[in-house]
Nanobody, 121 residues
């Protein structure tokens, strides 16, 4: 059974840092999956925050987090990370991990359950 489990969320003051982790299980070859972090604030649509290609190296960031967030992956541990620095109140949201791959022209797309990040003084 494929599963993504996020952790590392919490309450932090503006300017603080958090590191989110997403550990995958049930994937035959984790390194072949593109991994992304999305977030969704109350009343807003889910948005892409950062993505990293398979097996790694190529990254993409939303303009709002460039220079503050860093996505990385450890394929040996089947884990993707999101290092978030200089957090702002507008970063408050539920953060979701996503795994995506295309196999024989069929798309596969999995989501974690989310972890809450709250930035407030």
């Amino acid at each position: 059974q494929v599963q993504l489990v996020e952790s590392g969320g919490g309450l932090v003051q503006p300017g603080g840092s958090l590191r989110l982790s997403c550990t995958a299980s049930g994937f035959t070859t984790f390194s072949r999956w593109a991994m992304s972090w999305y977030r969704q604030a109350p009343g807003k649509e889910r948005e892409l925050v950062a993505a990293i290609g398979a097996p790694g190296g190529t990254t993409h960031y939303a303009d709002s987090v460039k220079g503050r967030f860093t996505i990385s992956r450890d394929n040996e541990k089947s884990t993707v990370y999101l290092q978030m620095n200089n957090l702002k109140p507008e970063d408050t949201a539920a953060y979701f991990c996503n795994a995506f791959a295309v196999v024989i022209s069929k798309e596969y797309d999995y989501w974690g359950q989310g972890t809450q990040v709250s930035v407030s003084s």
